[in-house]
Nanobody, 126 residues
Framework: QVQLVESGGGLVQPGGSLRLSCAVS????????MAWFRQAPGKFREFVAA????????YYADAVRGRFSISRGNGENTVQLQMNSLKPEDPAVYYC???????????????????WGQGTQVTVSS
């Protein structure tokens, strides 16, 4: 059973920073490509950032490019999302996602991913 465990959400002022983390537990001897999505109230879930299994290839949504950075964590099958210069339009529940794959592809659609975390709330408010 594969599970994704997220951490790092919270309240931050506009212009501030937060770092989200996500770790795969369970079947950890497989290679996973990972991604972050977010969903604000009344809106569809949207892509934020993704990387391939090695972390070499990355892709960002236009809304966050230049402010957010996705990277592999220190442990295997972990991923972090460093969020800087947070804006009032960034608040949402942020979800970590993972898919099996040791390819170089970076995928940005939710149906590409096999596993999802429970979500962590990010609030931006002064």
């Amino acid at each position: 059973q594969v599970q994704l465990v997220e951490s790092g959400g919270g309240l931050v002022q506009p212009g501030g920073s937060l770092r989200l983390s996500c770790a795969v537990s369970g079947r950890t001897n497989s290679a996973y490509a990972m991604a972050w999505f977010r969903q604000a109230p009344g809106k569809f879930r949207e892509f934020v950032a993704a990387l391939n299994w090695s972390g070499r290839n990355k892709y960002y949504a236009d809304a966050v490019r230049g402010r957010f950075s996705i990277s592999r964590g220190n442990g295997e099958n972990t991923v972090q999302l460093q969020m800087n210069s947070l804006k009032p339009e960034d608040p949402a529940v942020y979800y970590c996602a993972a898919r099996y794959g040791s390819d170089d592809d970076v995928r940005r659609y939710s149906y590409n991913y096999d596993y999802w975390g429970q979500g962590t709330q990010v609030t931006v408010s002064s």
